[in-house]
């Protein structure tokens, strides 16, 4: 079966640095997307890696390794706001999205 | 700015209503998407639709129904609902045919309960 692994929940310290790691285990690859998603409120795109490496925009980072079928997302100088569910979703051969449960970030002061 | 709206945030029925959830994008996208959100659980795929008048069953279709008479608009039809329906729906469209191919705009959600 496919299946997407990603912790329930995670805790930091505002203005730190996080790592929300994902892995995956799909029937074929064509890309990994990660979504982000505050409390009642619709996911929105954060990133999208097929290449192996690191994509960084602002303080959001994604890292793939197919070979290893992990990717993470760094999150840096952490703000309150960046409280929020965290999807990953890898797209698989027949190009439809494989979703995890999420991980639930939260932000102490 | 893009847009995809759903018709209701909010949604209380009874077992056995028939329910209509709509969603409109404005963005000329061909794929249309209907999701359910449960906690600890990601997002399941009901149906889905890549150009008008045509449907495919994503993972849990049972119980679902769906329209896609214009390009812009997928509505979700709940024919008879029943508690285990009740649930966080999330409407999404994206570019691109036959698949995804690009980022999911996704709707506020509709949040129903069924009694």
């Known amino acids: 079966g496919q299946n997407i692994d990603q912790p329930t929940e995670m805790t930091a310290t505002e203005g730190a640095i996080v790592q929300i790691n994902c892995t995956y285990q799909?029937?074929?690859?064509?890309?990994l997307f990660w979504y982000q998603q505050h409390a009642g409120e619709a996911p929105t795109f954060l990133s999208y890696n097929v290449l192996d490496g690191l994509e960084e925009k602002g303080r959001f980072s994604s890292f793939l390794s197919r070979s290893k079928g992990y990717s993470y997302l760094l999150l840096k100088e952490l703000q309150m706001k960046d409280s929020a569910s965290y999807l990953c979703a890898v797209l698989d051969s027949n190009y439809q999205l494989i979703w995890g449960a999420g991980t639930k970030l939260i932000i102490k002061p | 700015d893009v847009k995809v709206t759903q018709s209701s945030r909010y949604l209380v029925k009874r077992t056995g209503e028939k329910v209509f959830l709509e969603c409109v994008q404005d963005?000329?996208?061909?794929?249309m998407f209907w999701y359910r959100q449960d906690p600890g659980l990601g997002l399941r795929l009901i149906y889905f639709s890549y150009d008008v008048k045509m449907k495919e069953k994503g993972d849990i279709p049972e119980g679902y129904s769906v329209s896609r008479e214009k390009k812009e608009r997928f509505s979700l039809i709940l024919e008879s609902a029943s508690t285990n329906q009740t649930s966080m729906y999330l409407c999404a469209s994206s570019l691109g045919t036959s698949g995804v191919t690009g980022e999911l705009f996704f709707g506020e959600g509709s949040r129903l309960t069924v009694l």
């Open positions: 799909t029937s074929g690859f064509n890309g």
């Open positions: 963005m000329d996208h061909e794929n």
